[in-house]
């Protein structure tokens, strides 16, 4: 997931390498699929990952696209990279079956930033340590990756017959805001998408509170935008000061802005998700997630759920957190301009340009409103096969499971392919320990290795009876 405050838009027209190797006969076709022995390379497969540096920034993805084109490379299986920048590696891998719509397995090459100071371990050591591989990326998202190639590779090696397209894709530069990478390849590559119905990315899968196990599956998420405010006046010196000059305009406009409600409302992909874990939090939250909307106009309680659960607090309404001030650099000036950048989310069927009115209302005339960034609202329908193959192989791994279609407050590169109908979902086939998930973003980012394995079968799993048209595990 991203969690950036910066962002970059590539304004190039970039160069694309391309290299796709030689198609050979894999050896081992129709070779038995010996699934124990997958799920050691898988584990094997993550530490390596995580060993390649590929903190973003500067993300230096080709590393990790070249680490999957030698695996590619050995079993024999055609690929395609390119970069959209130097350094800034793709790569995908497509398996060809039937008509049907074709699915991508998507992840992002690339990793947050980890300061080893707070680390038990080298943050790129993919040390196996009690049953846990440790490494920056375990959680986020090098894992996915990895159940997604092992996947993959089952399907190749053993040639099984497939109904649709197979896709394995992983891209550059997710954490910042995917433009080197997933959005680069949606602009650049259309082709790759023409036949693709569905996509399966990080942004949901399970997690173990003390052996109790929930399940997300991400349908739709908050939309960014990011805007830039700008207030401007006279400039002068701090002995003599003005009766209105751009701080003070920037104060008064945020002053407003932090006193504004934006309405507060539940959409009904929020209903679902909050009917679907309302008996796995206590009184009075069990009743009151069960009729949101009975509750969302009361205050006060909005105000107790906005300290419960911040998260889940802000799937209720748009939000905006004043987060970047920028004035003068010195103490005795008065700067002619000053800004503030605002980090805000909306629903996801929220009109951006009726909101965005709303915002330039309250900041008034004297604040120039500049969007940084601005993605558009879609949610994914759960009334597909692949959501029904989901489901059931994941509560046939965890038959006491919750499992819920789930809103999040974050974003995933999703929202690209989403702007292409192409039904995408965030899933990823591991049940995270609830004292581990602080590892995403955060320090000692571990991932157990029984997620690993167990999340291969089920990976396999789940594109067996969604694409495969004979199984591929039952020669066990
Ligand atoms: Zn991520």
Known sequence: MSHSNSLRRPLFI????????TASTPSNARAQLDLESLQDEAVTWLQEYIRINTINPPGNETAGAEFFARIFEAEG??????ESAPGRGNIWARLEGGDEPGIVLLHHIDVVPADERFWTTDPLSGELRDGYIYGRGALDTKTSG????????????????LNRDVVFMATADEEAGGFFGAGWLVENRPDLFGNIGFLLNEGGGGSDVDGTVNFGLEVTQKVPYWLRLTATGEPGHGSRPLVSYASTKMIAALERFRLHQFEPRVIPAVQVHLSGIANRHPEPWQSRFSEMAKYVGDAEVMREFQIYDPGLHALTRNTCS???????????????????????????DQDPDAWLAEVRAVLGPDIEVEVLMGFTPAVSSTDTELYRT????TLEEFPDAGFVPQVVGGFTDSHFF????????????????AEDAGGVHGNDERVTELDVRRGVAMTLKILERFAATRPVLEEL
Not at 146 to 159: G, P, Q, S
Not at 390 to 393: G, I
Request: charged share 20%; hydrophobic share 45%; proline share 6%.
């Open 390 to 393: 989901v489901r059931a192989v």
């Open 322 to 348: 004043i987060t970047r001030f920028e004035g003068s650099n010195k103490i005795n000036v008065v700067s002619p301009e000053v800004t503030a950048e605002i980090d805000c989310r909306l629903l996801p």
């Open 418 to 433: 989403r702007d292409l109908d192409i039904t995408s979902y965030g899933y990823t086939a591991t049940a995270t320990p």
């Open 14 to 21: 970039p160069l694309i390498l391309a290299f796709v190797s």
């Open 77 to 82: 299986v055609e690929y395609e990279m390119a």
């Open 146 to 161: 990895i159940l997604h190639l092992a996947t993959f590779l089952a399907l190749a090696r053993t040639e099984t017959p």
